[in-house]
């Protein structure tokens, strides 16, 4: 029998110290996006020119965190939008994963990822959902969140264009899950939520982005999103609010009366919100909301 070769000495030391020197080399690296002396495209381009550069050993977060005004928080969203793991490096992406980085860079370095966020929330039967249907007919460059929702369809109700009609196990699945940017119970009844991949994936392609949700999932939005923009719809009068829930007719006079109690509480929370509209006449409102996206 012949004998074994002798296992390659490994130099500890020497390791140690190219450890230290390329983690100082990738700081470098971070801190010239950080001050802007180079953009984060260009890192990314020598990352993949050069499989042994500092660039390319630069974690995907690390070198997003990095850009001036993107925290922890929405660079985890890019990345799930781009379809990037948590722990990828730079210069270990996939071509495809490549291509997705270097058009969000290019997009951002021209200033192309203008996208906002509004949410628009007010008290029962102000008349939001009227107006957020005049917005998905009138303004279709606007991205208009789809809610899941536990309630049954109405008369005319799509699936998939007015809500996600789904079951209470699915939705305590898209909970479990992290699927939903926010949910509430509303109105004591039955459970909405805003799902979060549409959301990610409209705004990393630079879309307005529109949610019409309730006062309770607003401020969910405001914890997740802190540069989302708040609206509330605001009725012409309090008698109009009375008469707009009554006519619609679609609630019992002990609903009614249950609403328009939580309508009070709602209305005195419109100073938590960053803009007010309201809404007298719907495609008046539409426009002053549609603006607001810009
Ligand atoms: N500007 C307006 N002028 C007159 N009527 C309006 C106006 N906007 C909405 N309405 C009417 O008010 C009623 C309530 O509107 P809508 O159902 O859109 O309210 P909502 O805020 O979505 O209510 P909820 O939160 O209870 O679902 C509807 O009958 C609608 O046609
Ligand atoms: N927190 C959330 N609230 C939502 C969402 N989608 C809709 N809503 C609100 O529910 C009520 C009732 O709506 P209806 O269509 O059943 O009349 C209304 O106030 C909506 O604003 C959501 O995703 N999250």
Same mark, same amino acid.
């Given at each position: 029998?012949?004998?074994?070769?002798?296992? *390659?000495?490994? =130099?500890?030391?020497?390791?140690?110290?190219?450890?230290?020197?390329?983690? &100082?080399? &990738?700081?470098?690296?971070?801190?010239?996006?950080?001050?802007?002396?180079?953009?984060?495209?260009?890192?990314?381009?020598?990352?993949?020119?050069?499989?042994?550069?500092?660039?390319? $050993?630069?974690?995907?977060?690390?070198?997003?965190?990095?850009? *001036? $005004?993107?925290?922890?928080?929405?660079?985890?969203?890019?990345?799930?939008?781009? $379809?990037?793991?948590?722990?990828?490096?730079?210069?270990?992406?996939?071509?495809?994963?490549?291509?997705?980085?270097?058009?969000?860079?290019?997009?951002?370095?021209?200033?192309?990822?203008?996208?906002?966020?509004?949410? %628009?929330?007010?008290p029962t039967a102000v $008349?939001k959902g009227?107006?957020?249907?005049?917005?998905?007919?009138?303004?279709?460059?606007?991205?208009?969140?789809?809610?899941?929702t536990t309630r049954a369809?109405r008369?005319?109700?799509? =699936?998939?264009?007015?809500?996600?009609?789904?079951?209470?196990?699915?939705?305590?699945?898209?909970?479990?899950?992290?699927? %939903?940017?926010?949910?509430a119970t509303v109105h004591n009844s039955y459970r909405y939520?805003?799902?979060?991949? *549409?959301?990610?994936?409209?705004?990393?392609?630079?879309? &307005?982005?529109?949610?019409?949700?309730d006062l309770?999932?607003?401020?969910?939005?405001?914890?997740?999103?802190?540069?989302?923009?708040?609206?509330?719809?605001?009725? *012409?009068?309090?008698?109009?609010l009375v008469r707009r829930l009554i006519g619609r007719g679609t609630e019992s006079p002990e609903e009614q009366a249950r609403r328009l109690e939580t309508a009070k509480v709602e209305?005195?929370?419109?100073?938590?919100?960053?803009?007010?509209?309201?809404?007298? =006449?719907?495609?008046?409102?539409?426009?002053?909301?549609?603006?607001?996206?810009?």
């Amino acid at each position: 029998m012949s004998p074994r070769p002798a296992p *390659p000495q490994v =130099d500890r030391a020497a390791a140690s110290r190219a450890a230290v020197a390329a983690r &100082r080399a &990738r700081a470098a690296v971070k801190q010239s996006i950080a001050t802007r002396n180079r953009s984060a495209r260009e890192v990314a381009e020598t990352a993949w020119a050069e499989p042994d550069s500092p660039e390319a $050993g630069l974690r995907v977060r690390e070198l997003l965190g990095s850009i *001036p $005004g993107l925290g922890p928080t929405r660079v985890a969203r890019i990345m799930g939008a781009l $379809g990037i793991a948590d722990s990828k490096r730079t210069g270990g992406l996939g071509v495809r994963q490549r291509t997705a980085l270097r058009d969000w860079l290019t997009a951002r370095e021209g200033g192309e990822t203008t996208s906002t966020l509004v949410v %628009l929330a007010g008290p029962t039967a102000v $008349g939001k959902g009227t107006v957020s249907a005049y917005i998905r007919e009138h303004y279709p460059e606007i991205h208009l969140s789809v809610s899941a929702t536990t309630r049954a369809p109405r008369p005319g109700e799509i =699936d998939g264009v007015h809500y996600f009609f789904v079951s209470d196990d699915e939705f305590d699945r898209m909970i479990a899950e992290g699927e %939903l940017l926010e949910w509430a119970t509303v109105h004591n009844s039955y459970r909405y939520g805003t799902p979060r991949p *549409p959301i990610d994936a409209a705004l990393t392609a630079g879309k &307005r982005v529109l949610l019409e949700i309730d006062l309770q999932g607003a401020r969910q939005v405001r914890e997740a999103m802190p540069e989302a923009k708040l609206v509330f719809l605001l009725p *012409p009068t309090w008698e109009e609010l009375v008469r707009r829930l009554i006519g619609r007719g679609t609630e019992s006079p002990e609903e009614q009366a249950r609403r328009l109690e939580t309508a009070k509480v709602e209305l005195a929370a419109q100073d938590e919100f960053d803009h007010r509209v309201v809404n007298t =006449d719907v495609a008046v409102a539409a426009r002053e909301v549609v603006e607001l996206t810009s």
